[in-house]
Nanobody, 121 residues
């Protein structure tokens, strides 16, 4: 059974930084896409950043220039470094992984349990 185990998150002041990490367990196969979604109260879940197995990355406009996604294919792990955080970044962040697509265009195969990020003003 595939599981995505997240770490990081927490409470930070505006302008601060956080690092989210996610590692997959239960599979020896490499995900084609890994990434991070977030969901704020009362809002839909949105894709923050994704990274393909070859290293291509994609970011939501709201985080471009402030976030960097990276992955370790050998460990099936993905990391999101978030800088210059804003109160509007407050949300539950979910690790995501997919075996069949490079960009989550067809959905997500596996989700992490979610980790809370709170940015105070």
């Amino acid at each position: 059974q595939v599981q995505l185990v997240e770490s990081g998150g927490g409470l930070v002041q505006a302008g601060g930084s956080l690092r989210l990490s996610c590692a997959a367990a239960g599979t020896i196969f490499r995900f084609r896409a890994m990434g991070w979604y977030r969901q704020a109260p009362g809002k839909q879940r949105e894709l923050v950043a994704s990274i393909a197995s070859g290293g291509s990355t994609s970011y939501a406009d709201s985080v471009k220039g402030r976030c960097t996604i990276s992955r370790d294919n050998a460990k099936n792990a993905v990391t999101l470094q978030m800088n210059s955080l804003k109160p509007e970044d407050t949300a539950v962040y979910y690790c995501a992984a997919d075996f069949s697509d490079l960009t989550f265009a067809d959905g997500v195969d596996y989700w992490g349990q979610g980790t809370q990020v709170t940015v105070s003003s």
